[in-house]
């Protein structure tokens, strides 16, 4: 694993050069609650800065941010205070001891998708120079499918759907997958099968979700990894401490940065590159345009 490791920072060192850099960004959702969408974001950061990848993590968890107690942290900002108290991004950022930068999400966040005007126009200029800084910004949203957290989703370079292989859980990944390619077919989609009680179980559940897709949307989206069922992960969220540290041995640890490593190895091409067409803040600023234009 060490000199995987080792192959993968050499990769990317070569592909980033003196190009500057426009990260990569990922909206990551769930049909339902209680996929372990949150845990399964916090430890994939950290696995991909211990890769020496820059890292942004935005809670954008409407109303219910968690991903500072999940590190174990009490940010004295968050998200809300960019426009409630003026502050910069770089004033809220968060920078964590396990290796990646954060946004705390705070409460009340449903105001967050009200700006309109010069405070939208803020919003996107500040988040456009975050993308020239970092290799990989994630979005973390909350579950299911709201006409703002479809923004993001849209407008992101990827989507990570976390999937538990439970009937609802599939049915319901379904339908937010099906929400999202309806309104935007070219998007990218990974599907992480979590909480696993085997191999097998997760790969026959990725199968049945993938092949409905295929059949009624013409869409594959591609198998990300499968995460099993540890007790560690409850363990460690108790301790307040993501489980790849706490537990870097246990059976869920191992198979994130499996999961992690592989991520970064298919997107070598990716990492540092400007030229690609449809940038993130693009498709950003057209769908929050949009939006507001229909309110107004």
Not at 123 to 145: N, S
Not at 216 to 241: H, T, W
Request: overall charge neutral; glycine content about 8%.
């Amino acid at each position: 694993m060490n000199d995987q490791a080792e192959r993968l920072r050499q990769m990317i060192a070569k592909a980033k050069g003196d190009t500057p850099k426009r990260a990569k960004t990922i909206g990551i959702a769930s049909g339902k609650g209680g996929t372990g969408k949150s845990s399964f974001t916090v430890n994939f950061c950290l696995e991909l800065s211990r890769l020496e990848q820059k890292v942004l993590l935005f809670d954008l968890d409407i109303g219910m941010g968690n991903v500072d107690i999940l590190l174990g942290e009490s940010p004295e900002h968050s998200i809300l205070d960019f426009w409630k108290k003026n502050l910069s991004f770089n004033e809220i950022i968060e920078k964590s001891p396990s290796g990646f930068d954060y946004i705390p999400g705070g409460r009340a966040f449903n105001e967050f998708f009200e700006l309109k005007g010069t405070h939208l126009d803020a919003f996107i200029l500040e988040l456009d120079e975050l993308t020239k800084v970092y290799d990989f910004i994630f979005f973390d949203m909350g579950a299911g499918m709201t006409k703002e957290s479809l923004q993001f989703l849209l407008a992101a370079d990827e989507v990570f759907l976390i999937v538990t292989p439970e009937p609802t859980s599939l049915m319901d990944a379904y339908s937010a997958a099906k929400h999202i390619l309806l309104s935007s077919p070219e998007t990218r989609m990974s599907i992480m099968m979590n909480k696993t009680k085997t191999e097998k179980e997760g790969a026959n559940a990725y199968g049945r979700i993938s092949s409905v897709l295929s059949k009624f949307l013409s869409k594959e989206p591609k198998l990300l990894g499968i995460l099993p069922d540890d007790p560690a992960v409850m363990q460690a969220v108790i301790k307040r401490n993501p489980i790849t540290q706490s537990f870097p041995k246990a059976k869920y640890s191992r198979s994130i940065r499996q999961a992690a490593a592989s991520f970064l190895a298919v997107n070598e091409g990716f990492i540092g590159n400007t030229s690609r067409p449809s940038l993130f803040m693009d498709r950003l600023k057209t769908l929050f345009s949009s939006t507001a234009g229909k309110g107004g």
